[in-house]
């Protein structure tokens, strides 16, 4: 954003003496520098700069921008502008301007488009059929394609003309036979081969696919599994429908770590970036589970008044509520927060529930055994504490940590079985419940280890009524 802050001044002022002067400025510029630079201008700026520049060089800056940029642009410049500039981007970007487009606009520019490219609009309903999160709505139409009854030769040759007609860059050749996908061959693999070699000598046809419908986060886990700079997307009758690449991967788990790390903390997933979000939005974003977890913490109030009698009998008790509470909803959120971020990446599956709640009651135990002798010390450091009342926060301290390991795994998995997303149980709310959870344990352990001096405190009580 440097850059950005240091040239935007400048474009502004040419922009008003000599607008023509444009282009040569911008020439040596990287478009996401550009990028940067059209965000900083006034959205009226923004669109005469962009209104400036050809098509063909205007389309990666305006793909590079967040899509509330992007709307905003579309209703200040002429439709037809920006169909133009739309159908210089790459197919898989301006499906996705047209998805965040709110409906009325996107008509009225799908029109213009299918004015100025018929062809590139006839791409934005092959990607737009797709739900919003699958692997169709990821792709991008723009791959090459050839024979596999042709030479390695022609097949350069057929990449050097693509790649002069697109930014893409191209990974891999497909060999389409009647359509359907036969084989793929890396530019490596046509480069090292002899120019006079066929393709179906060179190509692959043990393919790694993925079908339209795969849902975007396991088509990470997949390339990410066999280390793929891009993968095909294929139809059931194994016709090739389009592409995947790694930059559109890349964008998709900066984007879902983003809504599960917002979520974790108890905040409805944010549309924009922090600064371009209203204060309103931010209240409604926030306020509504700030009032589930208050309401939440109704519980933890009512178990204290229930076992009030308890706590008043057992000398110093509830001074040490706040630390064993707390105890347990940090083990919880560990717990919850380990098994929601392997279940995003695969690495442990529902089927996998009841070895999970051994392995964390197992944990549970080991450091609650841990946290229960420094809490013993902690108690018995003070001369007016006995050993019972030592032994009784102990004993809490470790079925509290038990419960939260526990309950901080399971309830993840309870909510993925319920197809709600896992990261809805943030640490907040696992803390919350955990809470409640551990006045009630204090006060049976209590019960347990010190029922005749609490007896003897509540006969105390009534007597001197």
């Not at 009698?309 to 057992?314: G, K, R, S, T, W």
Request: glycine share 4%; with cysteine; net charge negative.
């Amino acid at each position: 954003m440097r850059l950005a802050s240091l040239l935007g001044p400048d474009i502004k002022q040419i922009l008003k003496e000599d607008p023509d002067q444009i282009r040569d400025l911008l020439d040596e510029i990287h478009p996401e520098d550009l990028a940067d630079i059209v965000s900083e201008l006034d959205p009226d700026e923004a669109a005469e700069l962009l209104a400036r520049i050809p098509a063909e060089d205007a389309a990666p800056i305006f793909e590079r921008l967040e899509e509330h940029e992007q709307e905003e642009l579309v209703e200040q410049m002429p439709k037809e502008s920006v169909a133009e500039i739309a159908s210089e981007m790459a197919a898989d970007d301006r499906a996705d301007l047209f998805s965040a487009l709110p409906d009325e606009v996107g008509e009225r520019l799908f029109e213009a488009l299918e004015r100025v490219d018929p062809e590139a609009a006839q791409e934005v309903r092959d990607i737009e059929k797709w739900p919003d999160t699958s692997a169709g709505h990821l792709m991008t139409t723009d791959f090459v394609a050839v024979s596999p009854r042709i030479l390695v030769a022609e097949a350069l040759d057929v990449v050097r003309k693509r790649a002069k007609e697109r930014d893409e860059f191209v990974y891999t050749v497909y060999a389409l036979d009647k359509d359907r996908l036969a084989g793929v061959a890396s530019l490596r693999d046509l480069l090292i081969a002899d120019a006079t070699q066929g393709i179906a000598e060179v190509m692959r046809t043990n393919v790694i696919s993925v079908p339209p419908t795969m849902d975007q986060e396991e088509v990470a886990r997949r390339m990410a599994k066999y280390d793929l700079n891009v993968i095909p997307v294929v139809a059931e009758e194994g016709r090739l429908l389009g592409v995947i690449t790694i930059d559109d991967i890349i964008d998709v788990l900066v984007r879902e770590q983003t809504e599960d790390v917002q979520k974790i903390g108890a905040v409805e997933p944010l549309d924009v970036p922090y600064f371009q979000t209203s204060f309103l939005t931010f209240i409604k974003k926030r306020a509504v589970w700030l009032i589930v977890l208050f309401v939440e913490e109704f519980f933890t109030q009512t178990a204290l008044r229930y076992y009030d009698p308890v706590m008043e009998a057992v000398k110093g008790a509830l001074l040490y509520v706040p630390l064993l509470i707390s105890a347990g909803g940090n083990s919880g959120s560990q717990s919850s927060t380990l098994v929601i971020r392997g279940l995003a990446l695969g690495e442990v599956k529902l089927s996998d529930w009841w070895r999970i709640l051994i392995r964390e009651a197992a944990m549970g135990l080991f450091l609650g055994a841990m946290i229960a002798l420094i809490a013993m010390g902690r108690v018995l450091m003070y001369p007016d504490q006995t050993m019972r009342f030592a032994i009784t926060v102990a004993l809490t301290v470790l079925a509290i940590i038990l419960a939260g390991c526990t309950v901080g795994a399971m309830l993840p998995i309870i909510l993925k079985r319920l197809g709600i997303d896992p990261a809805t149980s943030s640490t907040p709310f696992i803390a919350s419940l955990v809470d409640t959870l551990g006045v009630v344990i204090y006060a049976h352990v209590a019960m347990l280890v010190m029922n005749d001096v609490i007896q003897k405190a509540q006969e105390a009580a009534q007597a001197a009524h």
